[in-house]
């Protein structure tokens, strides 16, 4: 799922006004943290090689990740499905 979601957020900076939406099925609450977590030091590692800086906002059920302050991937593990909505894609 990382490697799904890696090419979304590596280019993000795009300023383009498209919305893609993608569901898979539900993870886990186990796959589901690992997942955050692997997101989270997959950014980690860009940011220190020069990528954008991105910021990751988590929950129980959802996470989001912003750069400088806007939205670029939202992901949802409720309602039977995880769903994927990246912005500017």
């Known amino acids: 799922m990382v490697l799904a979601l890696g090419p979304l957020v590596a280019h993000s900076y795009r300023s383009e006004a498209r919305i893609t939406v993608t569901t898979y099925r539900e993870f886990s609450d186990l796959e589901f943290l690992q997942l955050q977590e692997d997101l989270r030091v997959r950014l ?22 912003h750069q400088d302050g806007t939205p670029v991937i939202l992901v949802d593990n409720s309602a039977g499905r995880l769903l994927v909505i990246a912005f500017g894609q």
């Not at 980690?44 to 990740?65: L, Y």
Request: glycine share 4%; proline share 5%; aromatic share 10%.
């Open 44 to 65: 980690q590692r860009e940011s220190v090689a020069g990528m954008p800086e991105f910021n990751m906002v988590s929950a129980a059920t959802h996470f989001e990740i």
